[in-house]
């Protein structure tokens, strides 16, 4: 019987375990959302939580106490440049465990594990596509205009100056290849 023995043994044994939760955790903590089964999201979820709760306080001591857990000393810099800050005030709660359908191959249950300003992290990155795209729109009123155009026959006018055709250019020689293995063609 099992009677209280907490966690998940998850089918490993405590070295495969903890190297498991450690590169999950990593995972997490890089790209901010990671699916995989809920078991597992479930396990590393109090983790993860430790590790940005560290980078809250942001002192040298709890810098030093995750880059002893996370594998990445740049996720590290991460936590404490950036996902601490923005979770200054909450007071716990980073994570966000969402189950999704079953796995295909074997029917274990899946969930996503995210931090719970994901969704305004993607939100940011529209914009800056949207930003993007207005810089697209202005360069069609510029195509559309015609100032391209006149840019182009000025440039093709140039090239006329210095005495290059078309033709010239785009001729090129046969190359002859000759054989340097130094012996006789043999068959294999």
Request: charged share 35%; proline share 2%.
């Given at each position: 019987m099992?009677?209280?023995?907490?966690?998940?043994?998850?089918?490993?044994?405590?070295?495969?375990?903890?190297?498991?939760?450690?590169?999950?955790?990593t995972?997490?903590?890089?790209?901010?959302?990671?699916?995989?089964?809920?078991?597992k999201a479930?396990?590393?979820?109090?983790?993860?939580?430790?590790?940005?709760?560290?980078?809250?306080?942001?002192?040298?001591?709890?810098?030093?106490q995750?880059?002893?857990?996370?594998?990445?000393r740049?996720?590290?810099?991460?936590?404490f440049?950036?996902?601490?800050p923005r979770?200054a005030?909450?007071?716990?709660?980073?994570?966000?465990?969402?189950?999704?359908?079953?796995?295909?191959?074997?029917?274990?249950?899946?969930?996503?594990?995210?931090?719970?300003?994901?969704?305004?992290?993607?939100?940011?990155?529209?914009?800056a596509?949207?930003?993007?795209g207005?810089?697209?729109?202005?360069?069609?009123?510029?195509?559309?205009?015609?100032?391209?155009?006149?840019?182009?026959?000025?440039?093709e006018?140039?090239?006329?100056?210095s005495?290059?055709?078309?033709?010239?250019?785009?001729?090129?020689?046969?190359?002859?290849?000759e054989?340097?293995?130094?012996?006789?063609?043999?068959?294999?």
């Amino acid at each position: 019987m099992r009677h209280r023995k907490a966690g998940r043994h998850l089918g490993r044994d405590s070295a495969h375990r903890k190297a498991l939760y450690r590169n999950l955790v990593t995972d997490l903590l890089r790209y901010e959302r990671i699916t995989t089964t809920d078991a597992k999201a479930r396990e590393i979820r109090p983790i993860a939580e430790k590790m940005i709760t560290l980078g809250r306080r942001g002192d040298l001591h709890a810098r030093r106490q995750a880059l002893s857990y996370i594998y990445d000393r740049y996720v590290v810099d991460n936590i404490f440049n950036n996902i601490g800050p923005r979770m200054a005030d909450r007071p716990g709660g980073y994570l966000r465990i969402t189950r999704l359908e079953s796995r295909k191959g074997d029917g274990a249950r899946m969930a996503v594990i995210e931090t719970v300003d994901y969704q305004e992290t993607v939100d940011v990155a529209d914009e800056a596509l949207a930003a993007s795209g207005a810089e697209v729109e202005e360069a069609e009123a510029v195509l559309e205009s015609g100032e391209i155009e006149a840019e182009v026959e000025e440039s093709e006018g140039q090239s006329a100056e210095s005495g290059l055709e078309p033709e010239d250019t785009e001729e090129v020689g046969e190359l002859e290849v000759e054989d340097t293995s130094g012996g006789e063609d043999e068959e294999r």
